[in-house]
T-cell receptor, first 116, second 114 residues
Framework: AQSVTQLGSHVSVSEGALVLLRCNYS??????LFWYVQYPNQGLQLLLK??????LVKGINGFEAEFKKSETSFHLTKPSAHMSDAAEYFC??????????????FGQGTTLQVKP | DTAVSQTPKYLVTQMGNDKSIKCEQN?????MYWYKQDSKKFLKIMFS???????INETVPNRFSPKSPDKAHLNLHINSLELGDSAVYFC?????????????FGPGTRLTVT
């Protein structure tokens, strides 16, 4: 069975500082990995995804993530935080098997707070 | 134009009632989903339909019944509402059922059962 663990339910950074949100996954087959962002009272929006190919994935709003198979990790980073980045971030995994139905397994989420 | 819309946005009702949440997407997608987000913000898939066919049915009480009248609509009907059903319900859609396709989420319906 697949699972996702996000280390740190709450991360606080200063504006302009590096953002690092941690995600580790468990999967018996090659995973597809995703980061979604949820702004207050809104639905989720895809930031970036890894399916195959290049392990460093660039997404919207200056975010990127690196797939590290040896560490079973897919951490999300941004070099310089903006106030507008304050939101809830979800890491998710799905498997790449042919019988896959598109089911996403989400982590518990990390709240990013950006201080002025 | 809103890509994935849900109605209502807020729903307050009493235990034992039956209620429905409607979802519509105008993206031309083949696959639609229902997710439940609990008070701790944990998200879990409930159902998925591909071309009006049920393809994911998680361990959800049978009080919950999805209905897809056409590819653009996926409604969620809940019978005999319980306090534990209070949550935010999100509808989503994607071009196909494979995970390589991005899922687009609606704004959510906050259900409160009193």
């Amino acid at each position: 069975a697949q699972s996702v663990t996000q280390l740190g339910s709450h991360v606080s950074v200063s504006e302009g500082a590096l953002v690092l949100l941690r995600c580790n996954y468990s999967s018996s087959v090659p995973p597809y990995l995703f980061w979604y962002v949820q702004y207050p009272n809104q639905g989720l929006q895809l930031l970036l995804k890894y399916t195959t190919g290049a392990t460093l994935v660039k997404g919207i709003n200056g975010f990127e993530a690196e797939f590290k198979k040896s560490e079973t990790s897919f951490h999300l980073t941004k070099p310089s935080a903006h106030m507008s980045d304050a939101a809830e971030y979800f890491c998710a995994v799905s498997d790449s098997g042919s019988s896959n139905t598109g089911k996403l397994i989400f982590g518990q989420g990390t709240t990013l707070q950006v201080k002025p | 134009d809103t890509a994935v819309s849900q109605t209502p946005k807020y729903l307050v009702t009493q235990m034992g009632n039956d209620k429905s949440i409607k979802c519509e997407q105008n993206l031309g997608h083949d696959t639609m989903y229902w997710y439940k987000q609990d008070s701790k913000k944990f998200l879990k898939i409930m159902f998925s339909y591909n071309n009006k066919e049920l393809i994911i049915n998680e361990t959800v009480p049978n009080r919950f019944s999805p209905k897809s009248p056409d590819k653009a609509h996926l409604n969620l009907h809940i019978n005999s509402l319980e306090l534990g059903d209070s949550a935010v319900y999100f509808c989503a859609s994607s071009r196909g059922g494979a995970p390589v396709y991005e899922q687009y989420f609606g704004p959510g319906t906050r259900l409160t059962v009193t």
